[in-house]
């Protein structure tokens, strides 16, 4: 089996791709918080491994992306403890081997080159990678597997904690999309501005892309949060969640073939 681990701002994701049936079979994810990732790494990984009976010998091959430096060391010493082999890191130096091309490697995400790869292998054509996470980014790629760029705001969890923790009296809220986009109250109030308001954003920027770059781009979804927004959904080709998971695959392949 291949594992891969994705680092993120908010959680450590760790996902199981069984190479016989060809998917993605478990996944969990830890809080990144530095001060409890070790004791959640001790204690949670090998219980989960123990209910779902996987054995860390299963596991043949593990890659790992991080756009967080301070726990990479933390993650690939626990890697080398438990499964008892070395993850191999996603870097710049990871897409030398890659048919899609960063202007600036040491400058994007490994999170994003790995959208962009697994994006790649699925349209051969020009297409934009909405990813919802802790940011909501927009990365664009022309028909050569050139990035031509990426457009950064903030996501919509970590929009609604900066209305929390930057007001008295606003409170933080769940995300659910309301039915109207006139709050009747402050929790809802809340939710429309954020959720609808996220809505015109998304739909604005790649509009925008467009209008700049006329090419004829697929527009594929990604992240924890790519579901919720439904008012988007005839927006995307593709709402597909696992593909940051499986550009980690794909690169750690073919940097380890």
Known sequence: MFLAIDAGNSNVVFALFDEKTQKWTNQFRLETKTER?????SKKVPLYFLEHDIHPKDIELIG?????????DTIQQFCENFFGKKAYVISAKSYKKLPVVARRPNEIGTDLMCNVMAAWEKFHQPFIVVDFGTALT???VDE?????????VPGLQTAIKALFMNTSKLPEVSLEFPKSAIGQDTIHAIQAGILHGYTGLVKGMLQTIRDEKPLPFKIIATGG?????TTLRDEFEEIDRYLTLDGI???TQINQA
Request: hydrophobic content about 55%; cysteine-free.
């Open 144 to 152: 050569k597997g050139q990035v031509l760029g990426v457009n950064i």
């Open 249 to 251: 695959r794909l690169i």
């Open 64 to 72: 790992f992306s991080s756009v967080v430096p301070e726990i990479q």
């Open 225 to 229: 949060l790519s579901a919720i927004l």
């Open 138 to 140: 927009f990365t664009v």
């Open 37 to 41: 990732l070790i004791s959640q790494l």
